[in-house]
């Protein structure tokens, strides 16, 4: 069984870093393109960044460019989110997510594999 397995989160002050990393467990021979979404209290879950499985194409949300850098490691089947100048606003839960479809994990809805969420808190 094909899993996603995410590390990292926690409580960080306003202004430091996080960085987060997903792993895709389990014997597969697909090309997962990956990224983050994230799900902050009484909110809708939303899109955060997104890579595709060769890595040379990456897509953020508005919210986080510019300080968040996603990155894949194809050997390790690994993504990892860089999360600088975290803001108060920040704080969710993240969520990993894949699917051999750039463009549709990229748009949402229903994708493949869902990690089963990290939190991250950022105190003002």
């Known amino acids: 069984q094909v899993q996603l397995v995410e590390s990292g989160g926690g409580l960080v002050q306003a202004g430091g870093s996080l960085r987060l990393s997903c792993a895709v467990s389990?014997?597969?021979?697909?090309?997962?393109?990956m990224g983050w979404y994230r799900q902050a209290p009484g909110k809708e879950r939303e899109f955060v960044a997104g890579?595709?499985?060769?890595?040379?194409?990456?897509y953020y949300a508005d919210s986080v460019k510019g300080r968040f850098t996603i990155s894949k490691d194809n050997a390790k089947n690994t993504v990892l989110l860089q999360m600088n100048s975290l803001k108060p606003e920040d704080t969710a839960v993240y969520y990993c997510?894949?699917?051999?479809?750039?463009?549709?994990?990229?748009?949402?809805?229903?994708?493949?594999?869902w990690g089963q969420g990290t939190l991250v808190t950022v105190s003002s």
């Open positions: 389990g014997r597969t021979s697909s090309n997962y393109a």
């Open positions: 997510a894949a699917d051999r479809d750039y463009r549709k994990l990229v748009a949402g809805g229903y994708l493949e594999l």
């Open positions: 890579v595709s499985w060769s890595g040379a194409s990456t």
